[in-house]
């Protein structure tokens, strides 16, 4: 049973750049899509952008030409990279899979744009 763990978070100004990690307990990522979501305070959870296991992308359409989503060739890690931040963007993003599994939100990982 897969767990997954975000990290690389934190605080960062506007038009600053950070790159999320996603992490998963076993070996999934070869094997199925895996997504970014993120949810602004008080808002419902958005899906941010998804990696097929054969590398294909989407990103939706409100993040493109900023985030881009990436994994590494052993495919046990997903990365999310965000570029131009603002202070919109502040949120708690999550990777689970595409679709969204319910029973597998982590705790995510806190992003706040601020100067």
């Known amino acids: 049973q897969a767990h997954f763990v975000e990290s690389g978070g934190g605080l960062v100004q506007p038009g600053g750049s950070l790159r999320l990690s996603c992490a998963a307990s076993?070996?999934?990522?070869?094997?199925?899509?895996i997504a970014w979501y993120r949810q602004v305070s008080g808002k419902q959870r958005d899906f941010v952008a998804y990696?097929?296991?054969?590398?294909?992308?989407n990103v939706a359409d409100p993040f493109k030409g900023r985030f881009t989503i990436s994994s590494d060739n052993a495919k046990t890690m997903v990365y999310l990279h965000m570029n131009s931040l603002r202070s919109e963007d502040t949120a708690v993003y999550y990777c689970?899979?595409?679709?969204?599994?319910?029973?597998?939100w982590g705790q995510g990982t806190q992003v706040t744009v601020s100067s």
């Open positions: 689970n899979y595409h679709p969204a599994r319910e029973n597998y």
């Open positions: 076993s070996s999934i990522f070869l094997w199925f899509s």
């Open positions: 990696i097929g296991g054969e590398g294909y992308t």
